[in-house]
Each structure stands twice: as C-alpha cells, then as structure tokens.
C-alpha cells in the first residue's frame, strides 16, 4: 500500500490548513493533522518516520510523526523563514532555503553543517538525488546550482571556499521546480521548470544546457519518472503535459530549444485535461504507473500515465468551500508500524542549530535580520507609489558598521520587493 500525503492550505478565514494522509489505492483519508500554512516546495520526509513542514512568514518548522496519529507536532525555530526544504533519501541530511541562502543539518544531531550563498533572490526548490551525493538548488532570480554533497561536508572547507560542480543561469523567471536523476555518478541531469514558460535538461558533467523545451504557458512544478523517459509538467493554464522524452530525441536534429506546441513536435507531448486552475502540485506513484495532480481551488486527481485517463477523484471540501489549494504531495510505502496502535520513532527529531560551529553568530544574526525587515513594507501595488516614498538612508564618512549593516539589509530588502513587484507585472502580463 502507497501512502499519499498532502499538505492543504485555505486561504480563507473560515478554512483550517490540513496535512492529510491518505490510502492511495482507495483514496480514503486514514488521519489528519491541524497545521500552519505551508509554501510550495516546503514539505519532505525524513528518515522515513517524520515528515518536516515549512511554514509560511513564521521562522519555525512543524515535525510530524508518520506513525502516530492525534499528537501535536513538535516545533522546530529556524533562523529565518523556511521557503524550500528537501531532506536525503538517507535521512541523513536536511536542506532548507531562507532568503537567498541555503542551510545543510545533520539530521542526527541537528548540527548546522555550511551556509551556501550563491543566488541573489530567495531560494525556491531544492532537490537532493536519490543517491545523495548531488544537492541541487533553484531560485527566485531564475539561477540553478548543483553542490557535491561530499564537498559540503569537508570540515576544511569554510562556506566561502566552497564552489558549486555547476551553475546554470537558466531562467529568465523564478524557478518553480527541480527534478534529478537517480545517480550523481551515472550521466546525472537537472531537469527544471520556470514561469518563463520553459523546462530545461542540463548535463551536470558537462555544465551544460542540453536542451530547451518552451510551452505556452508558464510552468508551476514538474516530476520525472525512474527511467528517465516521460516527463510530466504542470502549467498556469491547469493542464498537464506529458513528454515523451526518447521521441523527442529521436525527432529533433542539432537544436537546443524547441517549441512543444509546433507541428514537428506535437506528437511527442500529450495533453492531460481536468483542472481549470493553475496546477500547484505533481508527483508520480512508486512504480511511475500513476499521476497525483491538484490545482488551486480544487481537489486531486489521479490519472493513469499509460492511458492518459485520470482514474479517481479526491475532492477536498475545505478547499473547494472556502478556498485555497494543496501546494505538496508526497508518496511514500505505508509504515508497517502505522497499523500498529502504540508506535513512535526509535530516534527523536533533533533541535537544529543556527550557526556552524566554526563560526560566530553573525551570519545567523543577518538571517533574522533579513527575515524581519520583509515585513516591515508590503509588496509593491505601483511603481508611483514607490517612487513617491521617501527612504532612509545613511550618509557620511563617520558611519559606523552597524549602521553599514543595516544599510545592506534594507537595500537588500528594497531590491527584492522590486525584483517581484516585475515578476508579477510580467506573469500577468501588464
């Protein structure tokens, strides 16, 4: 028995954000759990007896045990607000993004093991491969990076001498999903996917783009099946987009970028049609034979991948009725111990810590800082309205350093609040 679990936010006064775990073979909700709302890509497994929860503008993380039902999950203080988080599949090591950076835990002992600091806007999809020897991040300003995972746990090393094995500056708009291969050693690819309308394959040995596949619509979340050949994409528009990938390489020629929806290629993708809204979240079942999709305001849909049939309904009430959308799904084996009626984890979920231990408390002092100052001023409405706001700033020679620091912060936070006040008169096109 597969296990699907899903995390329901309503964005409504009325509604209650839910994580629910479900039978996938009779789509039957076996518990629930009351909880804070969660952000895409906020949600993972680890070690296959917790599953860790992000939480929206609130620097905490929710634990929950997968084999008890009816406890209140433990909450983990972060040093920042939580935007993206991947575990290992060893559930060895935790990754989360907060702002631009992206912290690495030792999940046995929640020691903060680096800081990595290579985008320039938040950190919005992180995906290790199944072997972990490959972390792979994604950002807000459209730049991937892959990290050797045995590099970042060097002891040698301090944060500022470790350099990615590849970075891509790959999307002209936030990245919005990351997919890899199984290995890191074996031909390991990226595979990722953009508002820009675009996913991309990207040869990690190579450093390179291999190809470039444009849709008509922006991208919301993608997933790749074990064997590499079919990849699933879900748009802005509510549809799916199943691509057989082996057809694509027998069709095209020498080009880097083609167009999905053109003549020469049409036949390669195929069209799966149910939601009306855009697709919030996608993953294949164990053996890749099915397809979990959901979309804002509405329920999930279960589809075969060979057919290209959705096969079940999940209605979730508290979505439809009071609106809001399901941003994760997770699909696991079922925990032989969940049957069972008194069961808890061998070992407990460890506290994480804020700062490395080679380090001070300056660099987790700057994420709370960082994290503070974004709820001072609210997202941009009009670019007159800005200009017209008067701003602080720090002149003279005789500054001191703490007002330096305060400086960089605020035209950090002022650069962001720009940055997606364009990205939303982009996506919806004004």
């Not at 070690?47 to 997968?66: G, M, P, R, T």
């Not at 990351?178 to 990722?192: E, F, G, K, M």
């Not at 007159?384 to 701003?391: R, V």
Request: aromatic residues 6%.
């Amino acid at each position: 028995m597969e296990l699907l679990v899903c995390s329901e936010v309503c964005e409504s006064g009325n509604g209650v954000s839910s994580i629910h775990f479900m039978d996938l073979g009779t789509a039957q909700t076996l518990f629930s759990f009351k909880t804070a709302h969660c952000p895409s890509n906020g949600m993972c497994l680890v070690k296959a007896d917790y599953i860790l929860h992000a939480v929206s503008n609130k620097s905490f993380l929710q634990v929950f045990e997968v084999t008890r039902t009816g406890h209140q999950p433990k909450k983990i203080v972060t040093p920042g607000v939580v935007k993206a988080l991947d575990a290992s599949h060893d559930g060895t090591l935790i990754a989360a993004g907060i702002e631009e950076k992206v912290l690495l835990w030792d999940a046995q002992n929640g020691e903060l093991l680096c800081i990595l600091s290579k985008h320039y806007q938040d950190v919005t999809c992180l995906k290790f491969t199944d072997d972990c020897g490959i972390l792979s991040t994604g950002g807000a300003d459209g730049i991937v990076v892959a990290w050797d995972v045995s590099d970042l746990l060097d002891n040698n090393s301090s944060d500022g001498d470790r350099e990615p094995i590849a970075s891509f500056v790959a999307h002209t708009l936030p990245v919005t999903g990351i997919a890899c291969s199984l290995s890191s050693v074996n031909q390991p690819r990226l595979y990722t996917s953009s508002q820009d309308r675009t996913v991309k394959i990207h040869d990690l040995l190579l450093g390179q783009t291999l190809l470039s596949i444009v849709y008509d619509t922006g991208i919301t979340s993608l997933v790749i099946d074990n064997a590499e050949s079919v990849l699933c994409v879900g748009g802005m528009n509510g549809n799916v987009y199943k691509l057989d990938l082996i057809s694509i390489c027998h069709k095209r020629k020498t080009e880097n970028e083609i167009d999905i929806t053109t003549s020469a290629y049409w036949e390669t993708s195929h069209t799966l049609k149910g939601h009306v809204n855009p697709i919030t979240a996608i993953s294949f079942s164990m053996d890749c034979s099915q397809l979990v999709t959901c979309a804002k305001n509405e329920g999930l849909l279960i589809w075969d991948i060979f057919s290209g049939q959705c096969v079940k309904t999940i209605k979730c009430s508290s979505v439809s009725s009071n609106g809001g959308k399901i941003t994760n799904i997770l699909i696991l084996p079922t925990p032989e111990s969940l049957h069972m009626s008194v069961t808890k984890p061998i070992v407990n979920f460890p506290k994480l810590a804020h700062a490395t231990k080679s380090s001070d408390q300056t660099d987790c002092k700057a994420l709370f800082k960082i994290n503070c100052s974004s709820s001072i001023n609210p997202p941009i409405t009009s670019i007159d309205n800005y200009l017209s706001c008067s701003h602080k700033t720090c002149k003279g020679d005789a500054i001191k350093a703490s007002a330096l620091s305060e400086e960089v912060n605020r035209l950090r936070h002022e650069n962001k609040r720009l940055y997606d006040f364009a990205v939303n008169k982009i996506v919806s096109g004004q």
